[in-house]
């Protein structure tokens, strides 16, 4: 009997080590919530707040210039060929400043960029490497008077004639980046019609911000950490012709909400094209062991207003200025510049549009936008953020040198601007996140696993001794043959 008792105590406790382990498992994960919430908040001391300041993943602008090898062809109304030249690689540093922190939970900075050259990760020097592209002060002039009376049209040929103002440059990378002197810009500039006499994608750009934010600090909610409140003192933008288009939505992408799922969308504002656009989950995959969701923009994103009737607020200034699928109209976004944005390549592009032009080839896995989120923090540990910049152009009948220009839209660069986690991220991420969470849960079901495995062991040792101490049952009214013979035989 007292072994049954130490077997049933073992049973007991089995029991009890299993239902701990049970209990535990919401605890548990209720402990490692509260962790990542207080350490992904923005707030002094917080991780993420460190890493939002300052990031602890490297981020690199690559430049890729697109060479026009027919340019005096397509003078003649031919389709432009291209060549690609790149990459042309710049190491970004944007630290925040002028931090201010607010009683609603929210936070307002400002993020001047300054970019590096970085040699070792580029094709060539930008200041000596040249390429043939078209001259974008010029054709934003054209596009800007191209409603204008024909004799103005008439006057702006003779101006660029007389000054030797060609369509088509050699520049250097440097120069289309960072800024040359344009001769009308200069003319411009001295009657203070024009802010500077340089023209480049960058010019006086290099150590300034985009303007001031206001974000959410996610201190009373947590999904809301670094989502924009206000960018420039408004919660919406005014670049586009519909409400939809010109909403403020999402993070600037440096940091994400926690506790990510696969059906949600990620939602980031690009100040680069001037609007909000989303993600969506494509793919799971693991790198060093850690769980990685990758989140891609999708093709609707850029499709044209017959297949995704929500963009047409970015056709502007309305519905009938509506551009293929693939591309979205900068020009109210760029000063009036022709400028159209695009994946590179035309990515995803209408096939009209890769018509119009040669040496294209678009591909998924190196030309999408895509952010790989781990899912508990929300923290991006690779992202390839591209876009490619084109001039729209068209044939002008009133400037002699353009009436047999061909319609297209002509692609002058494309970037990438990327973030990818070194080791010693990696490394610190696992330390700080994966193997604490491990271990919480390698206890949660270890407790449980010990406790079902005792209850079971336990049960069979019962079971076993029953068998062996059940009492033999036999009928005594049953006589052998042997019982019924004398005990001596023989005769008398």
Not at 131 to 140: Q, V
Not at 189 to 205: C, E
Not at 335 to 362: E, I, R
């Amino acid at each position: 009997m007292a072994g049954s008792g130490k077997v049933i105590g073992c049973l007991v406790f089995g029991c009890l080590i299993g239902v701990l382990g049970v209990v535990l498992i919401p605890v548990v994960n209720k402990v490692i919530h509260n962790m990542v919430v207080d350490q992904i908040v923005l707030k002094n001391g917080s991780t993420g707040y460190d890493n939002w300041i300052n990031a602890p993943v490297p981020v690199y602008a690559q430049y890729w210039v697109w060479d026009c090898i027919n340019h005096m062809e397509v003078l003649e109304g031919e389709k432009p060929h291209f060549v690609q030249k790149g990459p042309y690689t710049y190491r970004e540093m944007w630290p925040k400043e002028n931090i201010t922190f607010y009683d609603n939970y929210t936070i307002s900075y400002l993020a001047p960029k300054t970019y590096v050259f970085v040699p070792e990760m580029s094709v060539g020097d930008p200041q000596e490497d040249k390429f043939t592209t078209l001259n974008i002060p010029l054709m934003t002039i054209v596009n800007l008077l191209q409603y204008e009376s024909d004799l103005l049209q008439m006057l702006i040929d003779l101006m660029a004639r007389g000054i030797g103002y060609d369509t088509f440059l050699e520049l250097s990378v440097h120069d289309i980046l960072w800024g040359y002197k344009d001769p009308v810009l200069e003319f411009a500039f001295k009657f203070n019609l024009m802010p500077s006499a340089y023209f480049g994608f960058y010019a006086g750009k290099n150590g300034t911000n985009d303007g001031e934010y206001v974000i959410y600090s996610g201190e009373d909610d947590v999904q809301k950490v670094n989502k924009i409140f206000t960018y420039k003192g408004s919660t919406s933008l005014d670049f586009w012709s519909d409400e939809y288009a010109n909403m403020l939505n999402g993070t600037d992408g440096s940091l994400n909400p926690p506790f990510v799922k696969k059906d949600q969308k990620l939602w980031l504002f690009s100040s680069d094209i001037c609007r909000s656009a989303y993600l969506i989950y494509d793919k799971e995959y693991k790198y060093q062991n850690i769980k990685l969701y990758r989140f891609v923009v999708p093709p609707e994103l850029y499709a044209n207003v017959s297949m995704n009737p929500d963009n047409a607020g970015f056709c502007t200034p309305t519905i009938a200025n509506c551009l293929p699928g693939g591309l979205l109209n900068g020009s109210s976004c760029q000063q009036g510049a022709p400028v159209v944005f695009s994946l590179p390549h035309f990515l995803y592009a209408d096939q009209v549009v890769h018509d119009m032009v040669g040496g294209m080839n678009p591909s998924k896995e190196e030309h999408q936008i895509l952010f790989d989120a781990e899912p508990l923090t929300g923290a991006s540990l690779f992202v390839d953020k591209r876009i490619q910049i084109n001039i729209h152009t068209q044939p002008y009948p009133h400037i002699a040198f353009l009436k047999d220009f061909p319609k297209s839209f002509f692609p002058i660069l494309w970037l990438n601007e990327s973030a990818s986690a070194t080791d010693k991220v990696v490394h610190d991420f696992k330390h700080q996140v994966q193997t604490p969470q491990t271990a919480a849960t390698a206890v949660e079901y270890g407790l449980l696993s010990i406790g079902v495995l005792l209850v079971i062991v336990m049960i069979f040792v019962l079971i076993r001794r029953r068998q062996v101490t059940a009492p033999l049952k036999l009928n005594i009214n049953e006589k052998t043959t042997d019982e019924t013979k004398p005990l001596l035989s023989g005769t008398t």
